[in-house]
């Protein structure tokens, strides 16, 4: 596997970005509110061995989907959201969020069968002590998917992109995949999925997959622990999903490119510092189509989106990255 050399690829990366405008993704995937209560500890309960944690502050952020979304906004891109929540007041939430980013709601579906997807992490001393989740997470049923559809097909003359943000709460299913596939490619519109690994097999002939190196594993039966088994991996992936193109996350070890008829290239990590993981696949799904969608190659917009990734991890929790940090990396500073 040849190594990317990203100094070579400074001016042209730059030259793109300002692209990113022009672009409209639509993502499409499990919406998710993500709660956060910090607070501090300094005793344990005399009720069970655990930390008492005093809350400081409870802030509620956009998760799942609709922080892809966020992201796109973030890096200036257009963008449209297709999911479904609750019929409760954390979907409300949610919808409220989606208008201050300056979007249309139409496409957020309520589903008065499921509650709002609501995960909780309470942190002490900025480091996560537990996480709750509420959620419902069968399988929307046939109305939806076709509500789902017809949504896309409003949006198909003015879209470059579709991101399906697979969360497996229930939004995605064979028969929406099947529908959205069939869809992108009449229209040659760019179809990008972040992976979930019990869904791999909805997945045969997208443009990208993008899994992380854990996700990858779990679909090719093997652990991916140094680059010989990083390369049966991303190969098996292309070969058994026939897609035109893998991305593997690899946290601190960066990224692994495999394209059709190309040789598989290794991007080495952006992050200056780690302080967590969450989210950082949203950003990275979104920074790499809003690249492809502005003409980007697949090895330029994966560079683009490591860059992205190692931006947001140094932040706690689910986050964003400005299209202005991004300039401000790819020029060096």
Request: charged residues 30%.
């Amino acid at each position: 596997m040849q190594k990317i050399n990203f100094d070579e690829k400074r001016e042209e990366l730059k030259k793109y970005i300002d692209k990113f405008s022009d672009s409209r993704v639509l993502v499409l995937g499990d919406i998710i509110l993500d709660e956060y209560i910090w607070g501090d500890v300094s005793r344990i309960s005399p009720e069970a061995p655990v930390p008492v944690v005093e809350i400081l502050k409870d802030e509620k952020r956009l998760g799942g989907a609709a922080n892809v979304v966020h992201n796109v906004v973030s890096l200036k891109g257009q963008a449209d959201i297709c999911g479904v929540v609750g019929n409760d007041i954390y979907g409300k939430e949610i919808v409220k969020r989606i208008k201050g980013l300056g979007l249309k709601t139409d496409g957020i579906i309520k589903d008065s069968d499921r509650c709002t997807s609501i995960k909780t992490r309470v942190l002490g001393h900025n480091q996560q002590m537990v996480r709750i989740d509420r959620e419902k997470k069968h399988a929307i049923d046939k109305q939806i998917i076709q509500k789902i559809l017809e949504f896309l097909k409003s949006r198909l003359k003015d879209i470059d992109a579709v991101i399906i943000a697979d969360y497996n709460k229930g939004v995605i299913t064979s028969a929406l995949v099947q529908g959205v596939r069939a869809l992108t490619k009449k229209n040659n519109i760019i179809l990008a999925v972040d992976p979930k690994p019990v869904n791999f097999n909805f997945y045969h002939g997208v443009d990208v997959i993008s899994p992380n190196h854990h996700e990858a594993a779990a679909f090719c039966g093997f652990e991916i622990n140094n680059e010989d088994s990083l390369l049966k991996a991303g190969r098996k992936m292309l070969d058994e999903l026939n897609c035109r193109s893998v991305l593997i996350t690899r946290g601190k070890d960066g990224m692994a490119l495999f394209e059709k008829g190309k040789k598989p290239e290794l991007i080495p990590t952006e992050a200056r510092k780690v302080f967590d993981v969450s989210g950082a696949g949203d950003t990275v799904i979104a920074t790499l189509c809003l690249g492809l969608a502005s003409g980007m190659d697949f090895k330029s917009a994966a560079i683009v989106s490591n860059i992205a990734a190692g931006i947001v991890v140094g932040e706690i929790g689910t986050s964003v990255v400005t299209v202005n940090e991004l300039k401000k990396v790819v020029d060096g500073r």
